[in-house]
């Protein structure tokens, strides 16, 4: 089956990879930066204040007298070593040869998410790619999910999120599909316990993505 009256759209971080991803690759750049070739130790420090909800850059800064600014800007614009699963890949395959219409929504800056979806190697799935620093706002805003609606009118919309504290805002409120991508334990964002009412009003839950296949 396809379908030109559906499209489909996804969350990036922690819905198509897991965020934390992009977090360990931005560590290891920046403690090589700083240590070159011996910079195990540095970078698992960092991971481990990460971890620990403990600040890394500041106490950084003052070590190796590196601005923030700059050891932020290494971090956030890296090109990271990230990866889909075999799960992501297999659903977004299926899509694609049924001609179904992809995009994503995604918060956070417009070179770092885009580095993200070229280094995974997804970005020709989409015919729209909407990042909040480019459309001018951030999720729960309606912004992005209005701007699909008003180029893809009169369809059936699908999102894909894994964060229920801002994610389903708009669809939910607006009748798209919503569907949860379940934290494996790893997701950045841990607080879906906080918005029960959320989870009862999506239309699945999902633990991996290609078990969406069977409804599409």
Known sequence: ????????????????YQELEFVKSGFSFVAKKLEGENSLTLYCWMLSRFRNNLDVFDHLSQEYAVS????????????????????????????NERNYLLAVITDGRSKTQRNKLKSLGIDRYFCKILISEEVGASKPS?????????????????????????????????????????DNGTNIHTNSFK???????L?????????LIKYF
Not at 147 to 174: C, H, Q, R, V
């Open 68 to 95: 923030v600014d700059q050891l932020l800007n290494w971090y956030r614009y890296h090109n990271p070593k990230i990866s889909i699963s075999q799960s992501t890949k297999a659903l977004l395959e299926y899509l």
């Open 1 to 16: 089956m396809s379908s030109k009256k559906d499209i489909i759209v996804f969350d990036l971080d922690d819905t198509l």
């Open 195 to 201: 918005y029960l009412e959320v989870l009862k009003e």
């Open 203 to 211: 239309n699945l839950i999902v633990s991996e993505l290609d078990e």
């Open 142 to 182: 309606s912004v992005a999910y209005k701007l699909i609606e008003e180029e893809f009118p009169n369809m059936t919309y699908w999102y894909i999120g894994d964060n229920t504290s801002k994610d389903f805002t708009y669809p939910i409120a607006n009748n798209w599909n919503s569907i949860l991508k379940l």
